[in-house]
């Protein structure tokens, strides 16, 4: 499957596509660096937070309800330098504005979300 948009020709960075995954898969999972919380932590609240999205980041009433559904130990990164354009697999589900995006691990064709365009996202 390929990307559209600005990342989708050339040779970008393998983690244009895979950042986190490897974050679960590598230092989570094979390295025991992080716990799966403070990983998702790192890639959610964290971010968020350091960004001012006050509605961001965090499950919680009144936010913007994106969820990933996975399990860690089937999350892999599936690119590198030269095939770049590859997505991760293992996730399960993914859920953005409460939409479904992502199901039994597969685009729906659905596209829920916006882009953030200032700092009250």
Avoid: W
Wanted: hydrophobic share 35%.
């Amino acid at each position: 499957m390929r990307d559209e948009g600005p990342l989708s020709s050339g040779k970008p960075h393998p983690r244009s596509y895979a950042t986190n995954s490897v974050i679960i898969e590598q230092f989570v999972t094979q390295r025991g660096l992080f716990t799966l919380e403070e990983a998702i932590c790192k890639m959610t609240g964290l971010p968020a937070s350091r960004l001012n999205l006050k509605r961001r980041g965090r499950i919680a009433p009144g936010h913007i309800a994106d969820v990933l559904v996975f399990d860690p130990a089937n999350v892999k990164q599936n690119n590198d330098f030269v095939n770049p354009h590859v997505y991760s697999t293992g996730m399960d589900y993914v859920f953005v504005n409460g939409n479904p995006a992502l199901e039994n691990g597969r685009p729906n064709g659905q596209l829920p979300g916006r882009v953030v365009r200032s700092l009250d996202g």
